[in-house]
């Protein structure tokens, strides 16, 4: 039954209002492939390529046939799709299946344990939430071995055994030595000592033990914008707004291996413990486990799709190890074989301690998202103060169960076709760039994640186009060129929006590609010949 049109537009009429300005206000009404369809004044059909492919998360495609047969399959055999607090055989499946590819991809048999979302931006929050949830315990325990040092002092002062070594207490307050202290002795004036040595370093402890956890990440990178994800992503229009809603990230230069090991070295930090050593107490300093995680997208897509180097993945590594914080690699976009291989991460030798995946595991139908936990972090009294309602639900994993299977069918088949028409297209924007070299700036990416990014049109004689890149909207104009003129469907990256992203399916055809190639052709010369009534259809 159709309803009438609402009076009042209430979903989110401004982001509507936009759609209307750039000509893409379309209702579409049917999918298939790389293709989707909507319905002109007439009534008649209008195929649109899709080059946007969901933000990533259509690697097979819309409406992938075998996808929707077990979707239709699971829904008519009655199963439940919520029943919370049962066995939930498809979810501890799509865990087996996705540890069989870990110990494929990167020859390492540990396996790692799944807590299952239903984004992409809520599996960063799980893993936040678990890191963080680590990092507490660590610090309670440093905490607990402290006390009993403590005692262990404290019974051998009263008893004479041990005394408070000379200059333990200046070291830390230098004005007890004017109040005179700091002298060692024995009976009530050790003792006195004793406590007056410990209530300083629960003092300082105390004051490490109430900083905020550091999250350390990568300039450029985008990992959602849910309270706690929002603040690792670093376009600052996204995360300021919220900045005082959970911990602060510290981000690093994406092209400086060095600067991290830099910036763990600053922000390390240290508690004081207490050690009785041939008849003396002293104090010494005990890492404090301040850093959380070291979270990063090993291909930025929000970001301009911008590739971290083997590098710099080795110094991130390096330093985390060297701080003790786990790495959480953000698969969430570059994962489930869009780059050549199901984990772009492994391209590049760098394995992580959590790895986030969504978008593309519910296999364009389903909402899905998984959290990867290597087995020797991961802390199982999580799973008693995380949940959600709608995670590890049967119908979501069901259809990411055959997503994963359709993957990895043919030995991994999917993953080469993605290499094969990446490096197509690759080719196909490098021609346009040596072409063109006055429009296109550059060309990045592996796979079916790549960017085009033109130069920056602020000086344009062009008013419109001038503008337009002024209000930081030209790639959204030239989306709206491409979909008007050409009926090809792509859209910029949110912080780098001179860069259009192209995230086709692997099902990809050389007529698709041609006629891309040709929309993408006219566009140039249009930007070429600043000709803004073609580029704005006015």
């Not at 051998?156 to 030595?177: H, Y």
């Not at 985008?222 to 005082?244: C, D, E, I, M, Y």
């Not at 997208?297 to 911008?306: F, K, L, P, S, Y």
Request: charged letters at 25%.
């Amino acid at each position: 039954m159709n309803s009438p049109a609402p009076e009042v537009e209430l979903a989110e009429p401004q982001m509507l209002g936009f759609l209307e300005f750039l000509g893409i206000d379309v209702e579409y009404v049917r999918a298939e492939g790389n293709t989707l369809f909507f319905r002109d004044g007439s009534g008649q059909e209008i195929p649109v390529l899709d080059y946007a492919g969901g933000y990533g998360a259509l690697i097979l495609g819309h409406n992938h046939p075998e996808i929707v047969a077990a979707a239709r399959e699971f829904l008519d055999s009655g199963r439940p799709v919520l029943a919370q607090a049962s066995r939930q055989t498809a979810a501890s499946e799509v865990a087996a299946a996705l540890n069989r590819i870990l110990r494929r991809e990167f020859a390492d048999p540990e396996p790692y344990y799944a807590v299952f979302s239903n984004s992409g931006a809520e599996s960063v929050e799980v893993a936040l939430k678990h890191a963080e949830f680590d990092r507490v315990l660590k610090v309670r325990a440093l905490e607990a071995e402290i006390a009993v040092h403590v005692a262990e002092a404290r019974e051998a002062v009263a008893a004479g055994r041990a005394a408070v070594a000379a200059g333990a207490l200046r070291s830390v307050t230098p004005e007890a030595e004017a109040r005179g202290t700091d002298t060692p002795g024995t009976d009530a004036r050790s003792l006195d000592v004793f406590e007056d040595l410990v209530a300083v370093v629960l003092r300082r402890n105390a004051e490490q033990a109430a900083r905020p956890p550091v999250f350390l990440t990568l300039e450029g990178g985008f990992h959602g914008k849910l309270a706690g994800s929002v603040q690792l992503t670093h376009n600052a229009a996204f995360r300021l707004p919220f900045a005082g809603m959970a911990a602060q990230a510290r981000f690093l230069p994406f092209d400086q291996p060095q600067a991290v090991a830099e910036l763990a070295e600053e922000e390390r930090a240290t508690v004081l413990d207490v050690v009785v050593e041939d008849g003396e107490v002293r104090l010494v300093e005990r890492p404090f486990p301040v850093f959380a995680a070291f979270v990063l997208e090993v291909v930025q897509g929000e970001g301009g799709i911008h590739l971290v180097s083997p590098e710099m993945a080795r110094a991130v590594r390096r330093a985390s190890d060297a701080v003790g914080c786990p790495v959480v690699v953000d698969e969430i976009q570059s994962g489930m074989g869009r780059t050549g291989a199901f984990f772009a991460s492994s391209l590049i030798g760098l394995r992580a301690d959590y790895y986030t995946l969504a978008k593309g595991l519910g296999g364009g139908i389903a909402k899905a998202a998984v959290t990867l936990v290597r087995e020797s972090g991961y802390r199982k009294d999580f799973e008693l103060v995380h949940s959600s309602t709608f995670a590890k639900d049967a119908f979501s994993n069901t259809l990411a169960l055959k997503t994963l299977e359709l993957l990895e069918a043919g030995d991994g088949e999917a993953y080469r076709l993605a290499g094969k028409w990446g490096e197509r297209l690759l080719s196909l924007f490098e021609s346009l760039r040596a072409e063109f070299p006055d429009v296109v700036k550059d060309v990045r990416g592996r796979g079916l994640m790549l960017g085009l990014e033109f130069h920056d049109q602020s000086g344009s004689a062009a008013t419109g186009i001038r503008d337009a890149a002024a209000a930081g909207i030209f790639g959204y104009a030239v989306s709206g060129y491409l979909f008007r003129v050409h009926r090809v469907r792509t859209f910029p990256t949110a912080s780098a929006v001179d860069t259009l992203r192209f995230e086709p399916s692997v099902l990809l055809t050389d007529a698709e590609v041609d006629r891309l190639e040709a929309a993408l052709r006219e566009l140039c010369t249009v930007l070429r010949e600043q000709n803004e009534q073609a580029l704005f259809g006015v």
